[in-house]
C-alpha cells in the first residue's frame, strides 16, 4: 500500500473540513480514521502504534484533527442508545459512529486507563454495546472492566441491546457468549438471565442449554422455577428444550416434579441421555442437590437403560461414567433416608445389573454408619 498517495488523496479530500474534523461532527469522515485506529485494517501493521496509524492516512493538520474529534464525539448529545444499536443490528446495520466512538472511549484509555469508567453513563452503555457490535473480536479491556465494576450500568444497557435482536436471531447475541464466560460477570447475568429464558423462546437448544446451565449457577432459583413451570406449560416444546426445563426444574423442586420427570421420560434413551447431560454436571458442580430418594429415582430411570459400556480404547464410555458417578454420590450419603433407597434399589429386578455397584454403595453407607454389614 502507498501510503504517501493515500495522505495525498486524504488531504484533497477533506480540504476544508479541519475544524468539523476536530470537533467531532464529521463522523463520516472520522470512520475510516477510527477503524485504522482499532486496528481493522489488515494493510497496516498491528506493531504501529494506533495514533501512528491515523499519521499513515492523513498529513498535519488533519492527522490531530481527526484524533481530537475521537475524543470530542464522546461529548456528542446524540450517540445511540444500546436500544438504537441493537435494533439497527437487528436490521443488519452497523452504525458508522461506533467506531468513532470505541476510538473515543480507547484514546482516553490510552491518556487516563483509570478513568475511563469516570465517563458519562450514556456513554458507557454505548461504547459497551459498540464493542460487542462492532468489533466483537477486539480485546478492550475498558469494556471487561466496566461489566465487572459496573453492573448497575452494564446490565440494563446489555438488556436493551439484546431485547431489540431477539425476535430476528435463534443463536447469536452479541457478547452474550463472552458475558457466559466471564466469571465476574455475575451481577450483569443475574439481571440478564432470566429475561432471556422468558422471552427467548425461539433461541436454538444449545443456546437454551447455555442460558440454564449459567440460571442454575448465577440466577434467583425461584425465579427460575417459576420460568420452567411457565416453559413446560407450553404445548409445542421441542424434545431437546423441554428435557432441559424438565431437568432444570426436577433440580429445583424434585417433590413436585420427581413424578412427571419418570412420566416424561419413560424409557426413552433420547430423553434419560439429555436429562443426564444436564443433570449431573449441575449436580457435580454444587449448582443443585437432589435428596436420596430422588437421586435413587434418577438411577431407577437411568441404570437399566445404560448398562456399563468400554468403549474400543479402554474404560467407561460417557454415560455410563455419568451412571456410576451417580451411585457414587448416592454412597457418598449415609443418612437413613440414604440407606432405605439403597435397599430399595437393590430389590428392584432390571438394576440387577448394577448389583455389584450396589453392593459397593451399601458397603461404604454401612461403614460410614459403623454397622457391621450392610441391610
Not at 470537533?23 to 485504522?36: H, I, M, P, R, T
Not at 494493510?43 to 498529513?59: E, G, K, S
Not at 421420560?265 to 443426564?276: F, T, V
Request: aromatic share 6%.
Amino acid at each position: 500500500m502507498d501510503f504517501n498517495k493515500i495522505r495525498q488523496s486524504t488531504d484533497a479530500k477533506l480540504a476544508g473540513r479541519v475544524d468539523a474534523l476536530r470537533a467531532g461532527e464529521d463522523v463520516a469522515a472520522l470512520e475510516s480514521f477510527a477503524k485504522a485506529y482499532l486496528g481493522m485494517f489488515l494493510d497496516i501493521d498491528d506493531d504501529v502504534a494506533p495514533p501512528a496509524r491515523v499519521a499513515l492516512l492523513a498529513n498535519e493538520p488533519f492527522a490531530s484533527a481527526v484524533l481530537d474529534g475521537f475524543t470530542a464525539v464522546l461529548d456528542r448529545a446524540d450517540i445511540p442508545t444500546p436500544a438504537d444499536i441493537g435494533r439497527a443490528l437487528a436490521e443488519d446495520r452497523l452504525l458508522a459512529i461506533g467506531y468513532v466512538v470505541l476510538a473515543g472511549v480507547e484514546r482516553r484509555a490510552s491518556e487516563e486507563p483509570e478513568r475511563v469508567l469516570e465517563l458519562p453513563d450514556g456513554v458507557l452503555g454505548a461504547a459497551l454495546c459498540f464493542h460487542f457490535a462492532n468489533a466483537p473480536t477486539q480485546l478492550h479491556p475498558w469494556a471487561t472492566a466496566l461489566i465487572r465494576r459496573r453492573p448497575d450500568l452494564a446490565a440494563p444497557a446489555l438488556h436493551a441491546f439484546w431485547a431489540e435482536q431477539l425476535s430476528t436471531t435463534v443463536e447469536h447475541l452479541p457478547g452474550l457468549s463472552q458475558v457466559l464466560r466471564d466469571d465476574g460477570a455475575r451481577a450483569v447475568l443475574q439481571e440478564n438471565l432470566l429475561p432471556l429464558l422468558r422471552a427467548w423462546r425461539g433461541c436454538r437448544h444449545h443456546v437454551l442449554r447455555s442460558l440454564l446451565t449459567a440460571a442454575m449457577r448465577h440466577g434467583d432459583h425461584g425465579e427460575l422455577l417459576e420460568a420452567a413451570r411457565a416453559a413446560l406449560a407450553e404445548g409445542d416444546l421441542e424434545l431437546r428444550k423441554r428435557a432441559d426445563w424438565m431437568a432444570t426444574a426436577f433440580l429445583l423442586a424434585p417433590e413436585e416434579f420427581g413424578p412427571v420427570l419418570a412420566d416424561y421420560a419413560g424409557r426413552s434413551r433420547e430423553k434419560i441421555l439429555r436429562l443426564l447431560d444436564f443433570i449431573v454436571p449441575a449436580l457435580r458442580e454444587g449448582e443443585a442437590d437432589l435428596p436420596a430418594a430422588w437421586l435413587a429415582q434418577l438411577l431407577r430411570l437411568a441404570a437399566p437403560i445404560f448398562r456399563r459400556n468400554e468403549t474400543s480404547t479402554g474404560g467407561l464410555d460417557a454415560v455410563s461414567t455419568q451412571v456410576l458417578w451417580l451411585f457414587d454420590r448416592l454412597g457418598d450419603d449415609s443418612s437413613d433416608a440414604a440407606v432405605q433407597a439403597v435397599a430399595e434399589l437393590r430389590k428392584v429386578r432390571v438394576m440387577r445389573i448394577y448389583r455389584d455397584v450396589l453392593e459397593q454403595v451399601a458397603a461404604r453407607q454401612a461403614a460410614a454408619r459403623g454397622d457391621a454389614s450392610p441391610t
